[in-house]
């Protein structure tokens, strides 16, 4: 049962580290993509946010697959297109041929989370499956923190393009992997649930269509306040890091790469190590709301400084840094939350649904952003971007500021489970 399930775990957790690298990369190599293919920010923000829309696009029905079919396919099958993906985006010559690489990308790797989640649920006991979750997105993270200074670094040794090419590669041997030695449940492997183990019931499968499941999870008023949250937390804190963070800090504060990279790795690593204390912490305290509500009133606040665009010293704009990511990782409480309001057979459908809104965000922020800067853009080039200034720079943080703000007002309508089930 142990190897079964953290071979499981090590295997979709090193998929999801690069679904991570891919979501954020982008921030760090901006003014290469914009020299390469000759595009605004607006499209530059286009070409980010493809990998955003297929991944929201396909959220609900990575839900529905997991649920009926299981994991393990659809994973190996995922490995293989996001491998292809990341080929022909670093051998792209041409703007087209990079958004098509870029979102076959989005398409293998939209299928990651949620999986894994599945998986957890499956091979985890319930009062776990926060700090599994939040063990998840610390792993996720380090894929991302990946995509930040490590990355800047690199690609002082070699191409970005031979950077995406070895990526991958790498994810397709994962997706290999993953069909070699990765199973749905306990029970394909001949063992006993962990409730069984427990000595309790196993949790009924769901009878019925999956359409039939996938209304039910839709129909209930307590799935919906998580995507809201996630949309106007997640989003911005995706969009922010993933994105036009670099190019701020570079052209209003007047970092250089390296440096403006080291903001966006102390972002990321706030929210891996928030997301692993936060799952650890809810489930401990037994609360899932006041730990969100909280969490999210600081994070929102967070954005204030930068608004401001104001000069800190190195150190207190890389502790606002970390701060930042740190309380991001509340809204990852959504997921425990959208589980335990929802049967415990509908778990891929309803973990996938709050998902979608961490996705939908960045893929209406990143161009929405980028098309508020090229309204103030003056001309010139820095690095091979548009010049923008401060003034540019506060009306798109005041965009990101608002949406944070819904997001924060949706806290108030999560349904407090105690971490456990109230549905079955």
């Known amino acids: 049962m142990r190897w079964l399930r953290w071979t499981a775990f090590a295997l979709v957790a090193a998929a999801y580290m690069l679904s991570f690298f891919h979501r954020m990369a982008p921030a760090a190599i901006a003014g290469e993509l914009q020299q ?7 499209a530059l923000g286009v070409l980010a946010a493809t990998y955003f ?9 990575t839900g529905v697959l997991v649920d009926t079919v299981g994991p393990r396919r659809i994973l190996t099958l995922g490995g293989l297109i996001a491998g292809m993906g990341s080929v022909l985006f670093g051998v792209a010559e041409s703007f087209g041929a990079a958004a098509a690489g870029r979102t076959l990308v989005g398409l293998g790797v939209s299928v990651t989370f949620i999986s894994l989640l599945k998986l957890n649920a499956a091979w985890f006991r319930d009062r776990e ?11 996720g993270n ?7 200074t490590p990355l800047a670094w690199v690609l002082t040794l070699t191409s970005w393009r031979h950077v995406f090419v070895a990526v991958g590669v790498f994810s397709a041997i994962l997706g290999i992997l993953t069909w070699l030695l990765v199973r749905n449940h306990p029970g394909e492997a001949g063992l006993p649930s962990l409730r069984e183990l427990d000595g309790e019931a196993a949790h009924p499968a769901h009878s019925g269509h999956w359409y039939d499941g996938l209304v039910a999870v839709m129909k209930n008023r307590a799935s919906w306040p998580g995507f809201w949250v996630n949309l106007g937390l997640g989003g911005t804190f995706l969009t922010f890091a993933g994105l036009w963070a670099v190019p701020y800090l570079m052209q209003v504060h007047g970092m250089d790469r390296i440096h403006a990279t080291d903001h966006t790795s102390l972002m990321l690593i706030g929210f891996a190590v928030g997301a692993l204390a936060v799952g650890a912490a809810s489930d401990r305290l037994g609360r899932r709301r006041p730990v969100l509500l909280l969490l999210a009133v600081l994070y929102t606040l967070c954005w204030l400084p930068w608004l401001t665009g104001f000069g800190m010293p190195r150190p207190v704009s890389l502790t606002l840094s970390g701060i930042m990511g740190l309380c991001a990782a509340g809204f990852t409480l959504t997921w425990a939350s959208a589980k335990e309001v929802n049967p415990p057979a509908l778990s891929g459908m309803a973990t996938s649904l709050v998902n979608t809104g961490v996705f939908l965000g960045p893929a209406i922020y990143q161009p929405l952003v980028g098309w ?15 010049v923008y200034t401060l003034d540019d720079f506060r009306l798109g943080l005041a965009v990101l500021l608002g949406f944070s703000l819904m997001g924060l007002g949706s806290t108030l309508f999560v349904k407090e489970t105690f971490c456990r089930h109230t549905a079955d």
């Open 53 to 61: 829309y297929v991944y929201t696009v396909m959220q609900i029905p």
């Open 372 to 386: 508020v800067l090229d309204r103030g853009w003056r001309g010139g080039a820095a690095l091979d971007m548009g």
């Open 36 to 42: 390469a293919f000759h595009v605004s920010g607006a």
């Open 129 to 139: 499956f926060a700090t599994l979750a939040g063990l998840t997105l610390f792993m």
């Open 142 to 148: 380090i894929g991302a923190v990946f995509s930040a």
